[in-house]
């Protein structure tokens, strides 16, 4: 298929580990562990199990899956949230579909739907605003979710509906931003990690410039790349070619699709609709300052928390979990005392369980066999 | 192939009096009654369309002599299977089809020659009648097309609400030839996995039919009937050692469960598997991932090596399976897994779907 066998090409793959190894092999940090690249995006982590990228690597070094998968850091309160707002007899709930399984304190979207619940699966917020100019006799409740990749696209969502005068329909937010985030595991005391990998399609929105602090203040080096497995290899290559030459740079490795100041436009959406909180509360990570966003009052009619009463209640995430540690590059997956026992894809405690981009539920469904190195 | 006439029966001239049509324009609860609406619902739309004498004899059973089944073999296969897709009609195939095919497949994977279908009909009240007919329609020519016969039925109608406009249910008994044992247990390290065409068509042409998409795709439902090519492979190996029609769960499904029944390894190779560009496309933009997708006319069939040559040959000759190829093999290692080679050089396993697979989010 065009535009996409060219970036899965097995034989540029084999030269281009070929070259991950030789700088590997120059790296010496003075560590006793491997090097730790942290991927800060789901999608990455979804990539990178996909196409086995992770046997591909040398031992001299190991991936850490950061906590950029927006459906896995959403808190259970919030899904408590969601399914007392779905349960309003009027309610229409839209939501996309990997949201749904997410487990709340008592159930998911899912189970919701199940008892009763009116819960519908969308592809776009364009669609839920089609679904309230369809029913114009029932309320739909989007639940706009995800980094600053999907915010232009709710912001935008909300001023169609408004400049339709489209009253029926309001936005559930629990976006987030992934610069505070960054910075919170950076000044994590026990920190791992050596070099990050950017996360693509929210730095097409965002640009280069909030990345700087990380180069600046913390001296690491951090390369914004695509999702195929090529560039992924090579995003890889560049971080590791930083380490060998002893530089601490923001490098773009997506050009073809990530400007230097991203996206204006988008930008100005954004803005124009959303403010920062004081606070949002991730699963796994706890409280982080400025990480998510709400609606401006000036779009209040919109905004479901000021339109509904709902239950906003903090759930503590489980004890046994140890998503934290697993985020941070502290343990892999596989050393949480839950994983593979009573934290599963079937029944997820943790955060990093719950969606296909988690760290653990990748490890659980493509890793969790050993299997040999292929030949490549 | 021809079919035994069940119960070698005179197809009698008139049986209830009443040839008038039908009347009205949706399905009433009067059609499920037990009266004279019933009578000539089951009369006109389902007895003279699907056409045999144990049909026509409307009794409560269908009888089949023995010594008809005996022919054909020395073991009788028999399945079931429910029909609840929506939408009712999508591009390549409508509920009907499904209907017939899903069980003529079902009875084909064990080798057996398919011969006789039950059908239940449940419809919701205020139906329309020109819907069940076009359904209906489909299941005679379904039928016709796999050689079979619906031989017995049964129509039920449930309150508007109740149901979802129209579900079937459909059982089949086949006749399976003497030496022929075909079980997922009977996989052996160094057997070849092959596939008779390209995956995921069904899965994705539901997903569109839906509408929720806005797609512009041609794919269609890859709905067929399959005992016409395992006949044909059995010809060529009569010793095929695991045959599944990949349906729910797609091709991951199926050969998880032959891994884990065998407690071996299978292998499958990325690149080999067939897969239509609008396919891949579909799959690309949703994040879903084709080896789970359903199929509706596809099979596995594991054999063993040294007959996989012959078997492709035999399939790529048949209508049914002319897009035929490859794509894994068994091994000992790793016991009960399903590992992928990816087409990008590295590897990974190939789970069994938790729930249903949902598109992510970006």
């Given at each position: 298929m065009k535009y996409v066998d060219e970036f899965r090409d097995p034989g540029k793959a084999a030269s281009l580990i070929k070259r991950i190894e030789e700088l590997a092999r120059k790296i010496d940090l003075g560590q006793a562990r491997p090097l730790h690249i942290m991927e800060v995006c789901g999608g990455h982590t979804h990539t990178i199990f996909r196409y086995g990228i992770k046997q591909m690597l040398p031992e001299a070094m190991e991936l850490v899956h950061g906590p950029g998968c927006p459906v896995c850091v959403l808190p259970m309160g919030r899904v408590d949230d969601c399914v007392a707002l779905a349960e309003h007899p009027e309610v229409i709930f839209a939501t996309f579909g990997d949201a749904m399984r997410v487990p709340g304190s008592k159930k998911s979207l899912l189970q919701a739907r199940a008892e009763g619940a009116d819960v519908r699966m969308v592809y776009s917020p364009l669609d839920a605003l089609d679904l309230a100019r369809r029913h114009p006799a029932r309320e739909v409740v989007f639940f706009g979710l995800g980094f600053e990749t999907t915010m232009p696209s709710t912001a935008l969502t909300l001023l169609q509906a408004e400049r339709e005068g489209i009253r029926n329909f309001s936005l559930f937010c629990n976006h987030i931003t992934i610069i505070p985030t960054i910075k919170a595991i950076l000044e994590s005391p026990d920190l791992e990690l050596d070099g990050f990998i950017g996360p693509g399609h929210v730095s097409m929105i965002i640009g280069m410039q909030p990345y700087r602090f990380i180069a600046e203040q913390y001296q690491k080096p951090l390369v914004i790349t695509g999702f195929e497995p090529l560039d992924i290899l090579q995003g890889i290559w560049m971080v590791l070619k930083q380490l060998a030459e002893g530089r601490h740079e923001i490098e773009n490795q997506y050009q073809r699709i990530v400007p230097e100041e991203g996206n204006r436009t988008a930008q100005d959406a954004v803005n124009r609709v959303f403010e920062l909180r004081e606070f949002f509360e991730w699963r796994g990570l706890g409280s982080i300052d400025h990480s998510g966003v709400r609606v401006r009052k000036e779009y209040a009619w919109y905004d479901a928390e000021r339109r509904f009463s709902i239950p906003n209640l903090k759930i503590a995430d489980p004890k046994a979990c140890e998503c934290?540690?697993?985020?941070?590059?502290?343990?892999?997956?596989?050393?949480?005392?839950?994983?593979?026992?009573?934290?599963?894809?079937?029944?997820?405690?943790?955060?990093?369980?719950?969606?296909?981009?988690?760290?653990?539920?990748?490890?659980?469904?493509?890793?969790?066999?050993?299997?040999?190195?292929?030949g490549v | 192939m021809s079919i035994p006439p069940a119960g070698?029966?005179?197809?009698?001239?008139?049986?209830?009096?009443?040839?008038?049509?039908?009347?009205?324009?949706?399905?009433?609860?009067?059609?499920?009654?037990?009266?004279?609406?019933?009578?000539?619902?089951?009369?006109?739309?389902?007895?003279?369309?699907?056409?045999?004498?144990?049909?026509?004899?409307?009794?409560?059973?269908?009888?089949?002599?023995?010594?008809?089944?005996?022919?054909?073999?020395?073991?009788?296969?028999?399945?079931?299977?429910?029909?609840?897709?929506?939408?009712?009609?999508?591009?390549?195939?409508?509920?009907?089809?499904?209907?017939?095919?899903?069980?003529?497949?079902?009875?084909?994977?064990?080798?057996?020659?398919?011969?006789?279908?039950?059908?239940?009909?449940?419809?919701?009240?205020?139906?329309?009648?020109?819907?069940?007919?076009?359904?209906?329609?489909?299941?005679?020519?379904?039928?016709?097309?796999?050689?079979?016969?619906?031989?017995?039925?049964?129509?039920?109608?449930?309150?508007?609400?109740?149901?979802?406009?129209?579900?079937?249910?459909?059982?089949?008994?086949?006749?399976?030839?003497?030496?022929?044992?075909?079980?997922?247990?009977?996989?052996?390290?160094?057997?070849?996995?092959?596939?008779?065409?390209?995956?995921?068509?069904?899965?994705?042409?539901?997903?569109?039919?839906?509408?929720?998409?806005?797609?512009?795709?041609?794919?269609?439902?890859?709905?067929?009937?399959?005992?016409?090519?395992?006949?044909?492979?059995?010809?060529?190996?009569?010793?095929?050692?695991?045959?599944?029609?990949?349906?729910?769960?797609?091709?991951?499904?199926v050969l998880n469960e032959i891994a884990q029944s065998a407690g071996l390894g299978i292998r499958l190779d990325e690149a080999a598997i067939p897969l239509r560009p609008e396919v891949r496309g579909v799959c690309e933009i949703l994040g879903l991932d084709p080896l789970y997708l359903a199929n509706e006319g596809k099979l596995l069939a594991v054999v063993p090596a040294e007959y996989a040559d012959a078997v492709l040959k035999a399939m790529q000759s048949h209508p049914a399976g002319k897009d035929s190829a490859c794509i894994g093999e068994v091994m000992d290692q790793p016991e009960g897994t399903v590992i992928l080679k990816t087409g990008f050089g590295g590897q990974r396993i190939v789970d069994m779907l938790v729930g249903e697979q949902l598109p992510r989010i970006c």
């Open positions: 934290g540690d697993v985020l941070k590059g502290i343990i892999k997956p596989r050393e949480c005392k839950v994983f593979g026992t009573s934290c599963t894809p079937e029944t997820p405690l943790g955060a990093l369980m719950v969606s296909s981009e988690g760290a653990c539920a990748a490890y659980y469904t493509y890793g969790r066999t050993e299997i040999a190195k292929p | 070698k029966m005179e197809r009698p001239r008139t049986i209830h009096g009443n040839n008038g049509r039908f009347s009205g324009k949706t399905v009433t609860l009067a059609h499920g009654g037990g009266g004279k609406a019933m009578r000539d619902l089951i009369q006109d739309m389902f007895v003279e369309r699907f056409d045999n004498p144990a049909l026509a004899l409307m009794e409560d059973q269908a009888r089949m002599d023995l010594r008809d089944l005996r022919a054909h073999g020395n073991r009788m296969a028999f399945t079931t299977d429910s029909f609840v897709v929506d939408p009712l009609f999508f591009p390549g195939g409508d509920i009907g089809t499904l209907a017939v095919n899903g069980t003529v497949n079902d009875l084909a994977m064990s080798g057996a020659i398919p011969l006789y279908l039950s059908c239940g009909f449940i419809l919701e009240e205020g139906l329309p009648l020109e819907i069940l007919e076009r359904v209906a329609e489909s299941m005679r020519l379904a039928c016709k097309a796999a050689g079979v016969a619906i031989v017995t039925g049964d129509t039920k109608v449930v309150h508007r609400g109740s149901a979802d406009k129209l579900f079937i249910n459909t059982a089949g008994i086949g006749v399976i030839a003497e030496g022929v044992d075909i079980a997922s247990y009977k996989a052996r390290t160094g057997d070849v996995v092959l596939a008779n065409g390209y995956l995921g068509d069904h899965g994705v042409a539901i997903l569109n039919a839906r509408g929720d998409l806005a797609l512009e795709t041609a794919i269609e439902s890859d709905c067929q009937p399959l005992n016409g090519l395992v006949q044909a492979m059995l010809a060529a190996c009569g010793t095929i050692h695991c045959l599944r029609d990949a349906t729910r769960g797609g091709v991951a499904a």
